[in-house]
Nanobody
Framework: QVQLVESGGGVVQPGGSLTLSCAAS????????MAWYRQAPGKERELVAR???????NYADSVKGRFTISRDNAKNLVLLQMNSLKSEDTAIYYC??????WGQGTQVTVSS
């Protein structure tokens, strides 16, 4: 089982930026697909962004143009750069890797 450890969550003002980091316990070369999900209060968990080993990316319509997912294979990290944050982005964000591995979740709160 792959261990995923997240960091970077916090409280930001609307319009602000935040970068989430997910550290994997194995080489990212061995993980073809990684992704970020989020779950807002009272909502189901939803896919935010995904990235393949070949850097093919997909984004939810709600974050497209604002969020960027990337891999740092040398450091076994998957990053989620979040810009122009909105209150509706408030959620617990989870890192995911192929093979049904999940991180512990990190809270992102967008509030004034």
């Amino acid at each position: 089982q792959v261990q995923l450890v997240e960091s970077g969550g916090g409280v930001v003002q609307p319009g602000g930026s935040l970068t989430l980091s997910c550290a994997a316990s194995v080489s990212l070369f061995s993980i073809y697909v990684m992704a970020w999900y989020r779950q807002a209060p009272g909502k189901e968990r939803e896919l935010v962004a995904r990235i393949t080993w070949g850097d093919i990316t997909n984004y939810a319509d709600s974050v497209k143009g604002r969020f960027t997912i990337s891999r740092d294979n040398a450091k076994n990290l998957v990053l989620l750069q979040m810009n122009s944050l909105k209150s509706e982005d408030t959620a617990i964000y989870y890192c995911y890797s192929a093979g049904d591995n999940w991180g512990q979740g990190t809270q992102v709160t967008v509030s004034s």
